[in-house]
């Protein structure tokens, strides 16, 4: 974020070390403030160890000024939010307790970061305001709550303000206190609840000629925004973020006025009426996103026949684009997400997307038509190839026809394929073999013998889906797939025994195929994390063995339509997670056990055309 760097740029973040000619004074004094402050904090992993003595210049997240020595940074940001990949580790390193006033002393403190701590729904702090040379003010999801002081407007040095609440209870029956924070360049108070102020926010930034960033996501702001201010005064706005508010509006087409913006986001704004051409025409617009503005309506030729220059992300997903995609995109270089699901976008992709050196996301549906017989290549790629950067094709559920390219083969860097849900027909491609990267997969409407470079690459599927189609050939056994897999491949005519996969999956969904023999005695050891299992409309014979009672994470049974025998394991009453049990029309027989009156969270249960007696427990 430019915004962000600038403000941090005032003050270094590391601590600074001393000369013996700086002020003793200062320092004394700043230590004692921050010991005393020290005292209200509740430190459970001892993050403040360091804080004793006099040297304070020295203490973890605290940092000095070189000539006067006074204390001019503290960064006590939780290493570990919530949101992190470590959520295990963020209680024991989040700080909590009170704020005491003794903070308010640090006069020459610039930069103060207390966020992602968990301060138990203590108000911000009013005497904040006395920190007259604040740049940098990040209290962000660190659980203050009630309404924000509007005595935070006296920090008129403040560039960069992240009061961001994550929902935790804060307030701002007004925000004409923000007019005054003439030096702001980057403020965020996403999640706060602002839907008291009315429209008057937007005139309250406007008048900010240094605001580059502005966050102010989900806060329940309502009311029309079409018309905006009388004069625009965004001379540095890039970044706007508006996302989750419900403005019951048409597009604000003064946003196309704000030549500075880099980065819009309006999704999930309930907005209507149509797109302004315009916004095609910012000279540094990067990132789009529009999302699901159900009732935004535009057409795709008018709206990608020119412009575009610096487009990188166009998240345009469930809004009403209509129309067919125009050659014209082809030069939109820089694009890298295409999000066009959920919309009316119809007849096919034009071949000149295969210039797009950086596009990483395809996404679309209602689309018609044939994939292109070939794709366009870019002088300009450093790879000879089309679509070298593609990493995500997802045309599923779409209207597509016709066979499938060989180019696809070609998409070295892919890692998810969808087409399945389509009206495809033909052969599978030998050169899809070749997508050595590949993890997701959907293929669907094809009728061919299932080759054996398609089980080779299924080993690094996290998801492999050909439900569907009219594949047939022998189920591999054992079944080479990714750790904790979803494997759909209901619908075929695929046979041989039941596999068994090499690693745990989550998800098996064989079922209307032709597999025959026993479901194996020892699938628990083999699937011990199973979910999903579905084998039904196919040849499985024999008992239900007793091991499937081991699989206790197990939510649906359904093993319909089969040939099974023999009675119910009473060990199924050990999934205290089972949802569906589904054994309807077998040969099975024998007493209805009474540990299915164990299954607490049984929703669905059918035994019916079946040979069993006794109650239901």
């Known amino acids: 974020m430019a915004a962000l760097q600038s403000a941090i740029t005032v003050i270094s973040p590391n601590c600074r070390s001393a000369s013996q000619s700086f002020s003793h004074s200062s320092?004394?004094?700043?230590?004692?403030?921050?010991?005393?402050?020290?005292?209200?904090l509740d430190d459970p992993k001892n993050l403040l160890s360091s804080w004793q003595g006099s040297n304070c210049?020295?203490?973890?997240?605290?940092?000095?000024d070189n000539q006067t020595r006074a204390v001019i940074a503290i960064n006590l940001q939780n290493p570990y939010p919530l949101s992190s990949a470590s959520p295990a580790r963020s209680g024991l390193?989040?700080?909590s307790g009170e704020i005491r006033s003794s903070l308010g002393k640090l006069r020459?403190?610039?930069?103060?970061?207390?966020?992602?701590?968990t301060f138990n729904s203590i108000p911000i702090p009013a005497f904040l305001d006395s920190l007259k040379n604040l740049r940098y003010l990040n209290l962000s999801k660190a659980g203050f709550s009630g309404p924000i002081p509007s005595n935070l407007g006296k920090l008129s040095r403040l560039q960069y303000l992240d009061l961001s609440s994550g929902f935790s209870g804060l307030t701002a029956p007004s925000l004409d206190w923000i007019a005054s924070l003439r030096s702001l360049k980057y403020i965020s108070m996403n999640q706060i609840d602002l839907s008291m102020i009315g429209l008057s926010w937007v005139d309250v930034f406007n008048r900010l000629p240094f605001l580059s960033e502005l966050h102010l996501s989900s806060c329940g702001l309502s009311g029309s925004i079409s018309s905006g201010p009388g004069i625009i005064n965004f001379t540095s706005l890039a970044v706007s973020d508006l996302s989750f508010n419900s403005f019951n509006s048409k597009f604000p087409s003064w946003f196309t006025n704000i030549s500075t913006l880099s980065n819009i986001d309006l999704s999930y704004c309930d907005l209507y009426g149509h797109i302004p051409l315009g916004l095609g025409e910012l000279p540094k617009l990067k990132v789009l996103n529009l999302a699901l503005n159900n009732n935004l309506s535009a057409s795709?030729?008018?709206?990608?026949?020119?412009g575009w220059k610096t487009i990188e992300f166009l998240g345009l997903s469930g809004y009403g684009l209509h129309g067919k995609l125009p050659a014209y995109i082809g030069n939109m270089r820089p694009l890298s997400n295409f999000d066009l699901s959920m919309n009316n976008v119809t007849g096919g992709i034009p071949s000149s997307m295969g210039k797009l050196c950086y596009l990483k996301n395809l996404s679309s549906n209602s689309l018609t038509g044939s994939l292109p017989a070939f794709l366009q290549k870019s002088q300009i790629c450093a790879s000879i190839r089309s679509l070298p950067s593609l990493l995500y094709l997802r045309l599923s559920s779409n209207q597509l026809t016709g066979n499938l390219p060989d180019w696809l083969g070609e998409l070295d860097n892919l890692v998810e394929l969808g087409l399945n849900y389509n009206m495809l027909q033909g052969m599978i491609p030998s050169s899809l073999g070749r997508l050595s990267k590949l993890t997701e997969s959907g293929l669907a409407a094809f009728q061919d013998l299932c080759p054996k470079w398609f089980w080779d690459i299924s080993s690094n599927l996290s998801l492999l889906n050909v439900s569907h189609n009219q594949v047939q050939g022998q189920l591999p056994?054992?079944?080479?797939?990714?750790p904790a897999a979803d494997v759909d491949l209901s619908f075929n005519i695929f046979q041989g025994p039941v596999p068994l996969p090499v690693a745990g999956i989550k998800l098996l969904d064989i079922s209307f195929n032709q597999p025959s023999g026993p479901i194996p005695p020892n699938l628990d050891l083999f699937m011990p994390d199973l979910i999903f299992l579905s084998l039904s409309s196919n040849k499985i014979e024999r008992r239900i063995p007793d091991s499937i009672g081991q699989m206790f994470s197990l939510q649906v049974i359904a093993l319909s339509s089969n040939k099974l025998t023999g009675d119910i394991p009473s060990s199924i009453g050990n999934h205290s997670f089972l949802k569906v049990l589904d054994l309807e029309n077998n040969l099975s027989s024998g007493h209805i056990p009474h540990s299915l009156g164990k299954l607490s969270h049984l929703r669905s249960l059918h035994l019916s055309s079946n040979q069993f007696s006794g109650e239901l427990p």
């Open 27 to 40: 320092l004394k004094l700043d230590c004692e403030a921050l010991i005393d402050f020290k005292t209200g």
């Open 57 to 64: 210049y020295q203490w973890h997240g605290v940092s000095c």
């Open 477 to 482: 056994n054992p079944l080479k797939v990714a």
């Open 93 to 95: 390193w989040n700080l």
């Open 108 to 117: 020459s403190l610039q930069y103060l970061d207390l966020s992602s701590n």
């Open 300 to 306: 795709c030729h008018k709206m990608f026949d020119k």
